[in-house]
Structure formats: C-alpha cells, structure tokens
C-alpha cells in the first residue's frame, strides 16, 4: 500500500473533523474514497443513482476503506428547457469537474469512484479523474427502460421529434401525449446511442469503467453488481497507486475514438475527450486523431443511426463487443483501471450478437461515420456521416440561407422561407455565443425532417447538436464561432458554400479581401451569472472548450 494521503495530511484538527463524523481509530488508517454522486431528483437520468450510491459505500466499507459521498451539479436536458437562452449542459460539465476539485482535492482523498450518468456527468467525471490524478474509476449509470405502445417499443426520441414534427404538420405515428405517458418507464439515460450512451462506452474504452459495464440497463440487477465490483476495485486500485494518467494514453484515447465511430456515436464525444486530453496535459490533438481514424467502419447500428435498439446493443456485447471487434486496428496494449491491458481484459471474450456488432470484415457501412472539415469557412467543423450508404448528399453547392438563431432559423423553415438547395445556416450558437453552446441547433434538424426538406439542404451551426438527431448533410461545431469573428459570423444570405467530405472541405465562395470587408463578431445570446462567465473564460472548440486559465 502506497503512503495515503489522506495520512499524510494527518493533523489533530483533521482527525477531530473525521472522529466527529463517526471513524473510528483504526478507519483514519484506511483508504478514504470519494463516491462522486452526480444526483439530482430534477430529471429521471439521476433518479437511481442515491441508491447506487449507498450500494457503493457499503461495498466499500467492506473491502476495506472508507467511502465519502460528494454532490456535484447535475445538468440534464429534461431540466433545461428546450428554448433556454445559453446551454447550462455544457456549461454544467466543467462545474462538475470544479465540484470535485473543490471537494475531493481539497480533503486530499485517497481515491473516486464516479457514478456516471446523463450527457456531461462522464465527460465532467474524466476531466476530475484527468486533473486529480487520483485513482478513480466510473460506474456506469445505465439507460431509461423504453415503454411500449400497442407492442411497439417507444422511447423519449420518439417523444422529441413527433413534438418538432407535429409544429411542422408530419403526424407522428401514436399520439404525443401517449408517447409522453409511454416513453420513460425506469431511471437512467436517454435510450438510443445519443450523448450519454456514447460517452459511457467512451469511458469503458479508455479503460476507466470496468469491462462490459456499457451501456447497462438503468438500476438493473446486473447494473447493482457492475456498481459493487467497481466499489471492491477502487478500494484496490488505490492499494496498487493506479492513477488516471496511467490510463489515459494516446492509445486509450485512440480506442475511444475508434468506439465512437464504430457505433456512429454523438459528435459530443471529440470534444469531451479532447477536455479530458487536456485535463491529462498529454498534449494530444483529438480532433487531428480523428482523421487518422478515419478507416473506422460503423458495426453497429444503434438508434438513431439504425434500427437497433439500446437494449440489443446492450445484449450483444455492448462496448466490450465493439472493442473485441476492433482490437486489430487499436491499442490492445493500453492499460486499464483492471491493471491489466485491454487486450487481456478482452482474451477469452466472444461477442454474444454477432448480427448486431459485425466483424470488421463485414461492418454496416464504411468509414467515417463523422468527420472533421475544414477550410477557408471554418478551421475545425464537425459532420456526421452515419451509414453512408448514398442517402443523404456528401457534397452540397449553395447559397447560404442565414438566421441569427436556431429559434430564427425554425420560424424561417416554418415560414417556407428556407428553399431546396439552400445551405441554412443557423449561428451564435457557438461556446460563446450560445453562451455553452446554447439554442438548440438539435431541433432545426428535426424541422428540417419534418418539412421534407432534410435531403434537399445542408445545415450548418456553430452550435452543438444532440446525439439523437442525423437527418441530411450537418455540419455542426464550425469554429471559430460566429461571435468571434469567424467567417460563420461574417457570411450573408446568397453566399455560396460548399461541403466536400471527401475533401473534408467547407469553403465560402468569397476572397480574403472580400470578407475583410464584411463586420463581425456578430450577436451574442444574452447572458448573466455563471453563463456570463462561461463566456469570459471559454477556451476555443479546439481545446474542447475547457475553462481552464492559462498556466501560472
Ligand atoms: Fe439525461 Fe438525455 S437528458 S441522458
């Protein structure tokens, strides 16, 4: 056992702090693990997981430590309402990663286990472990039970776009109020392969949950057992000194990135794990990685990229099963919080649904399934292809159609303003303009569909989308960002743009001259309190849009 600190940092005052909370002297010897619990009784993505964490303490105790329950901020997309001016979801990512500083730095404890769950709580989780460098790993929180309509399953994606799509005039298949009553029956994150269910099989491929832990059905018995064997390994890993910066490789980050693209995950993904790079000052380039991983092909295809449903994934193998697949072309020699190499985490597996997780000889579709452009319009800007199969446009020629907002851009669609052909543009949505990437570019998407013309326009944002939209050719995350000056924030109605994937391109059809004569930075989404200062110490997309300050 290596010296802990929590020892280390010994003093009668401390010991007098831990004594009036009931340790004995023999605990004051043992390992003090944080259990970081991300709950909240706003949204149904947290609703389990007090239970989960009493689950873990005891567990704890058991193998020999001493658990602490820490809260942090939990942001959900159920509590922030869908025309909020600003994004506290994103925003909410780096108070997580604060909150465990400010808590778990601060007592000097020997160790964490995070319990994951809704879209920014892993990607915050990480970021802490990244920063702290103390042994941590996560528990996965696991995904809401889809209700069933005339026996037809529903989830809350159903919910989301048949709200959109009934603004537009498309009926949606049963009625929104039944979808509604149906959608949710049991705690965890969105179903489908959005935010939440990419970035937990994120965690498990960078080796920071244990194998087989995603994605897991919310507060399942087998979820219970995953959350007590991870509790008996922090206990151990601290005992073994195995820190984040151990796991968190160029090769771990590359078996993420590669697990993204193998389920054609959310594109939310690039930059947490970029934060996360930061976090771990390993000086890597995400967004650079992502094209050398480009001959990644999807292998399965969950909703909303296909018809296969999370709970399938799930059976079939789920993250363990898409790494297995994958391990001739990543980093088997990464090291885990197993202490043992993924490929030896994986030795004896056999995937349980080839059908749904296909061999690499035989994958859903090729490669990319999102793909980073760039040009004289954007330095980094994010598309996501999904299946390429031919049904939706990879190179677009047309003029921009431009509205200030995402609210504008949806009046403009449902004004009949937006025509086939028209590159719309929606911008100020950006880390600083949104503020946190605010304004809801998801739901143009889901306009778009809904008014037929989907296959027929491209749409580009500096705004963010969510993982559960992929309608049509869309660019997102264009940077630098509008209100900055980017040429997002500079282009006017009637310019020509053109998407090339195969280039990985997005150009304007304008000079450098000419767009020096254009003004910018344009409009800025009002904004006070903590998304005001977001806005003042938001790094650019680049970094992953972390808060950190400069170096002192
Ligand atoms: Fe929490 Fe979807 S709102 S995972």
């Given at each position: 056992m290596p010296e802990l600190r929590s020892l280390a940092a010994n003093s009668p005052s401390r010991r007098a702090n831990w004594k009036a909370l009931g340790l004995s002297q023999e605990d004051m010897l043992k390992p003090k693990i944080a259990v970081v619990n991300s709950s909240s009784e706003l949204a149904i993505c947290y609703a389990h997981l007090d239970g989960i964490a009493r689950i873990v303490k005891e567990e704890i105790r058991k193998a020999g430590g001493i658990p602490f329950e820490v809260r942090t901020a939990a942001p959900s997309d159920f509590i922030t309402g869908a025309n909020k001016a600003g994004s506290y979801i994103l925003a909410g990512r780096d108070i997580i990663a604060n909150d465990i500083e400010v808590q778990v730095e601060a007592a000097l404890l020997d160790g964490m286990i995070c319990l994951t769950s809704c879209d920014k709580t892993p990607p915050g989780h990480l970021m802490a472990a990244a920063r702290l460098n103390i042994p941590t790993i996560l528990v996965i929180g696991g995904y809401q039970q889809a209700g069933q309509i005339d026996g037809e399953p529903v989830d809350v994606e159903d919910v989301w776009s048949g709200q959109i799509g009934e603004r537009f005039g498309k009926k949606p298949k049963f009625p929104i109020a039944d979808l509604a009553e149906n959608a949710i029956m049991g705690p965890g994150v969105c179903a489908g392969m959005a935010t939440a269910n990419t970035m937990h099989s994120v965690v498990e491929a960078l080796g920071m949950a244990l194998p087989g832990h995603a994605p897991v059905r919310g507060n399942s018995p087998k979820m219970q057992e995953n959350a007590r064997a991870a509790a008996r390994r922090i206990v151990e890993m601290v005992g073994e000194d195995l820190k984040p910066r151990s796991i968190l490789t160029e090769g771990a980050f590359r078996n993420a990135i590669a697990t993204v693209l193998a389920v054609s995950g959310s594109i939310n993904a690039i930059k947490h794990l970029q934060a996360t790079a930061i976090e771990a000052e390993n000086g890597l380039d995400i967004f650079a990685m992502w094209e050398e991983m480009a001959?990644?092909?999807?292998?399965s295809a969950v909703?909303?990229?296909?018809?296969?449903?999370i709970e399938q994934f799930e059976d079939a193998g789920g993250a363990r099963a898409i790494l297995k697949r994958l391990l001739p072309m990543i980093e088997g020699s990464a090291l885990t919080c197993t202490g043992k190499t993924l490929a030896e985490n994986l030795e004896g597996y056999e995937v349980e649904g080839p059908d749904v997780i296909r061999p690499l000889d035989n994958p859903i579709g090729p490669g990319p399934a999102i793909a980073i452009l760039g040009g004289n319009f954007a330095d980094t800007a994010v598309v996501r292809l999904g299946?390429?199969?031919?049904?939706?446009?990879e190179e677009f020629e047309g003029p921009a159609r431009v509205f200030e907002s995402s609210m504008e851009c949806l009046q403009g669609i449902e004004d009949g303003v937006v025509k086939p052909g028209d590159v719309v543009i929606a911008r100020?949505?950006?880390?600083?303009g949104g503020p946190a990437m605010g304004g809801s570019a998801s739901l143009v998407l889901f306009a778009l569909d809904a008014a037929g013309l989907a296959k027929t326009t491209a749409f580009v944002t500096d705004g963010q989308l969510s993982g559960l939209c992929l309608k049509g050719l869309t660019v997102a995350e264009v940077a630098p960002e509008a209100a900055i000056g980017g040429p997002i924030g500079l282009v006017q109605d009637g310019d020509i743009i053109r998407i090339s994937v195969q280039n990985r391109s997005i150009d304007i059809d304008l000079t450098a001259e000419e767009m020096a004569t254009r003004t910018g930075p344009g409009f800025r989404i009002p904004a006070t309190g903590y998304l005001s200062t977001f806005r003042q110490d938001v790094q650019p997309m680049r970094t992953g849009g972390v808060l950190l300050p400069a170096k002192e």
């Open positions: 001959d990644v092909p999807v292998l909703r909303p990229t296909g018809e296969v449903r299946i390429r199969d031919g049904s939706r446009p100020n949505q950006g880390l600083k």
